[in-house]
């Protein structure tokens, strides 16, 4: 499977799979565990998840999830919320989430939204859960151009491998400024939402005549549509969640297929990247 690799050398395969609820009802939970595996199996190797998720819930079921298969081979992602973000809790938060995902490191850490700690100090924390080997990188979440430019004059703050920010068809805003920004600096984006939570991010997007016409071209769903879209996009990656195998054999799928020059601009002409700055959008 295609990948990025990070400045520190990491190989990210462009797919991942996003938890967000994950976990929270019991009745999906086999369903759950079993698209998660079935990711794994088909060369998926990025899990992104929170602490916030269910309350540890996701990374739980996460935990039994990939408990058969070799760690090394697994990226997981985790994420510290602002309140943990400093020197008094996120050493406890972070262990928290290593043993809820039964692992005992994480392969990268992100400060899920920027709270009331200084930055300088969470950076600190950062780099010493690095130094224990708690976590093997870090970088940030909805971080907008100006966080960026900020995190990056610190000191270490140079280390921030990764920025994980709202990118979907429907909502382009980090095109005009942020992602070139982070591009120059080989900072990939990693889109959350990019099926716009199965369209209701956006009501319309998944029945837009051109969505619906180009899926059809191409034999897809609208919603796989929507993922080509993202995958399309270079120095990205992209983390649907799926809870169901079929979804993710669908999302899966999408690495096969490829938009056209054309059928892409006609996509940018249906929805086209932003011709001036709009802060970042967050959900
Ligand atoms: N850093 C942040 O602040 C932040 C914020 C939001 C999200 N995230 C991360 O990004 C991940 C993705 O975002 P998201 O979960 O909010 O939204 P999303 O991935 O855009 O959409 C998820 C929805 O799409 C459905 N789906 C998945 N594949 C599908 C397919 N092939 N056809 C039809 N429906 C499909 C899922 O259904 P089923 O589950 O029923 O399969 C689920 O209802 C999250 O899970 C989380 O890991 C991060």
Known sequence: MKKITLKNGDKLTLLGMGTWFIGDNAHYRQEEIAALRYGIEHGINLIDTAEMYGNGRAERLIGEAIAPYDRNSLYLISKVLPNNANKRKMEQACNNSLKALNTDYLDMY????????????????????KNKGKIKAWGVSNFDLEDMQELLALPNGNQCQLNEVLFHLGSRGIEYALKPYQDKLAIPTVAYCPLAQAGSLQRNLLRHPEVTTIAEELNCTPYQLLLLFVLAQPNMIAIPKAGQVRHMK????CLDMQLTQQQLARLNNAFPSPTHRI?????
Do not use: K, M, Q, S
């Open 279 to 283: 802060h970042l959008d967050i959900v």
């Open 250 to 253: 669908e999302n899966i799928a």
């Open 110 to 129: 992100l400060y899920h939204w920027r709270g009331t700690t200084p930055l300088a100090e969470t950076v600190e924390c950062l780099e010493a859960l």
